[in-house]
């Protein structure tokens, strides 16, 4: 018997419910825990109140109507369901419910069926006849089968057959005797049960993996014992020996012609065998099996890949819906849809679309007993779904998911002709309401739920997309079109339903008309921000439409018509302040969606809302002055009520008053309200910027004549009265820093920039610069004025107080005890006008304070007293003037402090507090620093070698020669002597003055003459220890001439210093000089001492060398 031609191959169904083989792979969905009911929108009602459908339910009460539609169409499917779970075929999935009991439950509970009604029905379905069960069976393919063939290959084909118990046949045990038993063969099918329960695959010619991909349909009885089996044969057909011996290859093909040889003719060959137990059988099952041999000589046969599913066959015509399998499952479906989202705690709009494990267990069993296959599985949850999402609030995400799995098996199955008229009538049904919702996306999807519309989106561009649209005649329809017409579409009726909500139907005044638009247009705006936070990003990710320039360009073209009409009725009459006012608000909502047009991808498009502020243009005027009138009756209030205490006690920083902070504030507003303005038109700008600087400035000049007076109406006291000035200084000061950062705030750089092309750089400057800096100068003189009123008592009392200080009658204090009340007085002056002034007004309080200070003190200076210890005294007040002035770097700075009268008096004092010894050591010093500037030699010069002996302790000098000397003489030339003394006086007592032999008729004489000095070298190194030369004319009758004079500090003679070495020599070339007469203020110190023997001494003989000076 050719196999070809034996069994039910099973390629097709004519019923309805019979459909071509199902995907083994189908997905499977994870049990999901459920809670409490949440509350759900009932079938048949949509998203809003207004697209409910209203069905006419007069005839038949309520109760009627639910008792009839739970009997005409939900009791067919519960007994469906029923009917499945006591006809269960195959073992339970792991992820599926195994307890009968369980589902009876759940399908009870989902059907809203009473016990009572359960019985009954349950009963029923006991009755009715069981089906015809089968098993449905694919043998897919077989890899690594034996190659049974000279050629190396084999003609596989399989026998396939369901073997019941009683299909074995009965023998005694081995031993011959004891109870008989089924002794099952190897190869049970061939031999075993009739060819007619046989079904045979087709044979593939010369191969070793065969593909079949056939299905069979087994019935059987019971699968208790049952016994699924599959026998692999290789087809032998009769050849002649000379056909064999042709195929001949190697040693293995010869073996195989003698084994041939030895069967007989046409006898197949076993290639293996499968044996499966129909109860270890799951619902469905797709595995590989390995082939069984029948002797161990060949154990690896290969493998065999096969698909199983239990069905239904022949049920009972009086069951259920009496509809195909495929409406009852979809029946099923949306019942048990409803159902678990009923039971789901966070509402329909959170759930997933996950079933709970026993709706999933019996969707399963249906459409596997009924051999559904998954298309139309999928097909009928797009249809469930898709319904109840207009009715539900679904995640788009299912539906996502659906349509994903139909367009995957569009091009691998077809479906029957009435289902593709549902998916065509679902697909345009669910476009057509998919885009109203955009179209009504504003009322239907809030913005915290963008997600939302976002997933329908995505459902509705891949629907759009899909493979089945031009194949169900569908017409071709481009989303992002259908997209923004709709966006279109629904904001003109979102507009003009805000429109009349903000409009009554009754005539309105113009204030409410203008009060209307302002509310319109704040929509307008508020939807626009949201447009641009929101639904830009969700449009422009799934659509690529750029939703706010959509939504904008309408806005743009119904607003300017709305404007356009209010505005015109508006500007026709006379403006009061009420309509100013509203306008303000208008202006700055339509101001913000013009603004909203850099968002759009084509900013440079002329819009309708481009010139929109020239109708705002009359009432501009009105704006400012309103700016103006209230800015400065806060002023005036603020004054009133202000007590000129400092805002904040005993702070550093804070000292202004109340009344300063509301004017700042005042001028905050303004600047907000130039910013907020923002004026298209550079030259109006300009000109709202003149009057608002104008405005500021008066405002200005007014408060500080206010506060001035708010002073002198609180004064009781000069204390008071001092107090309170303070505080107007400070608000002046507050107010002034305040001014100077107007052009900063109110952003003068842009302006000027933005005008540049209509108003000179000139009239810009002339015209607010100038101003502003009128207003501070003003505001400076104010100052200057209140500190120069603080400080004229001031300054009378430091005066005072430095007179008492240097009052010399009687015994004189000591320099510390002297300056007590001085101190103490500007202590508590001082530090009273600090806590009371802010840095900028301290300081200049100081100033004047400082210089009038040092010019009194500079004047009592003057006085010729001898008492050192006045000078010291005076010395010291300066210093503690100095601290007190300075406070540590809080008050006026040491630049300030040290310059104009104050060098010369310092100079002065650190003389006149020095000892009279003091003053001559430092009047040498100053000779010795003279001489080493000094470099002219019109007086001649002297020549010398200077050493020190520290062994010996002894000065060496050597005179060398002069040089240059001026003549003296009548006869033109002058006797020249040297004249060396150790100066001072006072610290050499024990060196003689030392002189050289003299020069006859000699200008350059030459005289090459040593002296020695015992002195110590602390003596040399003394401040002011000097060696004298001093060049003397020889005069035989009277007083010898003055030649000139050299200072040398004995500090600088080789030997004296520790890093020279002493035996070194040296020149030493000094230029002689003539003192000037009555300069040195250090000689006239020492010349008022006329008390001290040292001092008139050392004077008498700088005079005596003064008057016989050369100098001027």
Known sequence: MDPSHSGAMLEGESQPHRDSEMNPTASRIIHRQHGSPAPIRKLGTSRKPKDRKVFNLNDEEPEETKRRVKEQELKPLYIEMLYTILHRLGKPS???????????????????????????????????????????????????????????????????????????????????????????????????????????????????????????????????????????????????????????????????????????????????????????????????????????????????????????????????????????????????????????????????????????????????????????????????????????????????????????????????????????DSLQAFLLYGLSLVRRFRDVFPPKSAHRLQSLLRVLVQMCKMKAFPALNLKHIEFQHKATEALQEGTKEWFKMKKELHQPMVKQSMEQSVRALASLVQEVKDDLKVNKEVWTKVFSSTVQVDVLTVVYLEFDALLAVEVQETLHISTETQLSQEVADILYPLYLSLLDVHKAKSYMQNKDKVLALTVFHVRFRDVLPCWLQKAYSTALERVQRAVQVDQLNPLIENSPLIKHSSSAVDLAT?????????????????????????????????????????????????????GDAASKLCVVVNNIEHLRSVLQKVPDQLDWAGLRRRTGHVIEEEQFRNTLYAQLQHTQGVLNRQICDAVLTLGHKLRADIENQILILADSHGPLPKPEDAVVSLMRFLEQELQYMNENLVQENFNSLLAPLWTHAIKILNRVSQQQVCSLVFYQRLQYALQCLEQCFHGEGNGLSLETLHAGEYKTLNANLELTTLSSRELIQKYLDRKVAEQKRYSSEKYGAVTLIGSYKSEEQKLHIEVLNAANLIPLDYSGTSDPFVQLSLEPRYMFPEVETRNTKKKKAELNPLFEESFEFLV????????????????????????????????????????????????????????????KPNEDNILKLLESRRNDREAQAFIKQRRQRERKSQEV
């Open 666 to 718: 005042c001028f905050i507003q303004i600047r907000e309200m130039w910013i907020q303005l923002n004026w298209p038109d550079p030259e109006d700008a300009f000109m709202v910027m003149v009057k608002l600087t104008e405005d500021m400035c008066k405002i200005t000049l007014l408060y500080c004549k206010m506060i001035n007076q708010r002073a002198e109406e609180l004064k009781s006291d000069h």
């Open 94 to 424: 792991p992820e599926h419910i195994s307890d009968r009991e369980e589902l009876f439950q759940y399908v009870q509970k989902a059907f809203n069926i009473s016990q009572a009604e359960h019985r009954e029905l349950l009963l029923k379905v006991h009755s009715l006849e069981p089906p015809t069960s089968c098993l449905m069976v694919t043998v897919k393919e077989a890899s690594g089968i034996l190659g049974k063939d000279v050629s190396g290959f084999s003609d596989p084909y399989c026998m396939l057959a369901i073997v019941q118990p009683s299909d074995y046949p009965i023998e005694k045990n081995s031993k011959g005797h004891g109870p008989l038993f089924h002794k099952p063969k190897k190869a049970v099918v061939k031999n075993t049960i009739s060819e007619d329960f046989i079904q045979r695959s087709s044979v593939k010619k010369q191969t070793l993996n065969p593909i079949w991909n056939e299905t069979f349909v087994l019935e059987f009885e019971e699968n208790v014992g049952a016994e699924f089996h599959m026998d692999m044969w290789d087809m032998d057909e009769i050849e002649t020996l000379g056909q064999k011996l042709g195929e001949i290859t190697d040693l293995h093909s010869l073996k195989r012609i003698f084994k041939d040889a030895k069967k007989g003719h046409g006898q197949d060959d076993f290639l293996g065998n499968v044996v499966i137990k129909l109860e270890d059988l799951h619902c469905t099952e797709d595995e590989w099996y390995i082939l069984q041999p029948r002797t161990e000589t060949h154990p690896d046969r290969g493998k065999c890949h096969l698909q199983f599913k239990f069905i239904h066959k022949e049920r009972d015509t009086t069951l259920g819906t009496g509809q195909p399998a495929y409406t009852t499952y979809c029946g099923l479906l949306k019942q048990f849809v409803q159902y678990d989202i009923s039971q789901h705690q966070e509402g329909s709009s959170t759930w997933k679309g996950e079933l709970c494990a026993p709706a999933q267990t019996l969707l399963h069993l249906h459409a596997t007993l009924n051999n559904l296959q998954p298309f139309l599985q999928d097909l009928g949850k797009w249809l469930a779904f898709s319904k109840l999402y207009q009715s539900l609030e679904l995640d788009s995400n299912i539906l996502l998911h659906q349509l994903t799995s139909i367009e995957y098996q569009w091009t691998m199955e077809d479906l029957p002709y009435q289902q593709k008229h549902e998916l065509a």
């Open 1016 to 1075: 110590s070298p602390e003596q040399c190194h003394a401040d002011g220890a000097c060696l004298v030369l001093t060049v003397f004319d020889y005069d035989t009758l009277g007083t010898d001439d003055f030649e000139g004079e050299a200072f040398l500090s004995l500090k600088t003679i080789p030997g004296l210093r520790e890093s020279q070495e002493p035996a070194k020599t040296q020149q030493i070339r000094l230029p002689l000089m003539h003192p």
